[in-house]
Antibody
Framework: QVQLMESGGGVVRPGRSLRLSCAAS????????MHWVRQAPGKGLEWVAV????????YYADSVKGRFTISRDNSRDTLSLQMNSLRFEDTAVYFC??????????????WGQGTVVTVSS | EIVMTQSPATLSVSPGERATLSCRAS??????LAWYQQKPGRAPRLLIS???TRATGIPARFSGSGSGTEFTLTISSLQSEDFAVYFC?????????FGPGTKVDLK
């Protein structure tokens, strides 16, 4: 069974850091592009970042560029999102998602259940 | 950035009726469009990719059409479990962008 499980969310003060993880199972993680997508409370979906199957290609939304870093460990089937200099507007549910391809230019076919990040003073 | 718009914002439908949702891209995206369904407190679920290809396990009452800048999701006969929010998303260019969603609720 294909599954993605996020963890690492919590309450954090503005300017601090948080690291999210996404554990993958049931598929060959090392051949799948992976994304992070977020959803602020009561709002729509916002794409955050993508990483290619081998970790060499990464793209970010302008809203997080320079503050967030996406990475992956194919030996542990794990995707990560390092979030630095957090802002109030980063408060959201963060989902990881896989595509049916190497580079991420595809529909997001499987999603995790999400982890909640709250930035509050 | 490609801007995605959806209409209507809310669609009130009775069970058994047909629902037609629209999605428009600010520039051509060929057929690089997906539709997702999201229920409260749940992750989005992929319904349609490549504008018209149903994802695994998606019932045949869901169909997608369109290309270029205009796209449509049709639910041929709405079931009770179909009341949800539907998002379109383009994967033609970075950044990937989503539409604001159409809420399908009970008439």
């Amino acid at each position: 069974q294909v599954q993605l499980m996020e963890s690492g969310g919590g309450v954090v003060r503005p300017g601090r850091s948080l690291r999210l993880s996404c554990a993958a199972s049931g598929f060959t993680f090392s051949t799948s592009g992976m994304h992070w997508v977020r959803q602020a409370p009561g709002k729509g979906l916002e794409w955050v970042a993508v990483i290619s199957y081998d970790g060499r290609n990464k793209y970010y939304a302008d809203s997080v560029k320079g503050r967030f870093t996406i990475s992956r460990d194919n030996s542990r089937d794990t995707l990560s999102l390092q979030m630095n200099s957090l802002r109030f507007e980063d408060t959201a549910v963060y989902f990881c998602a896989k595509v049916n391809g190497y580079y991420g230019f595809d529909a997001l076919e499987i999603w995790g259940q999400g982890t909640v990040v709250t930035v509050s003073s | 950035e490609i801007v995605m718009t959806q209409s209507p914002a809310t669609l009130s439908v009775s069970p058994g009726e047909r629902a037609t949702l629209s999605c428009r891209a600010s520039q051509t995206i060929s057929g690089n469009l997906a539709w997702y369904q999201q229920k409260p407190g749940r992750a989005p679920r992929l319904l349609i990719s490549d504008a018209s290809t149903r994802a695994t396990g998606i019932p045949a009452r869901f169909s997608g059409s369109g290309s270029g800048t205009e796209f449509t999701l049709t639910i041929s006969s709405l079931q009770s479990e179909d009341f949800a929010v539907y998002f379109c998303q383009q994967y033609h260019n970075w950044p990937l962008t989503f539409g604001p969603g159409t809420k399908v609720d009970l008439k």
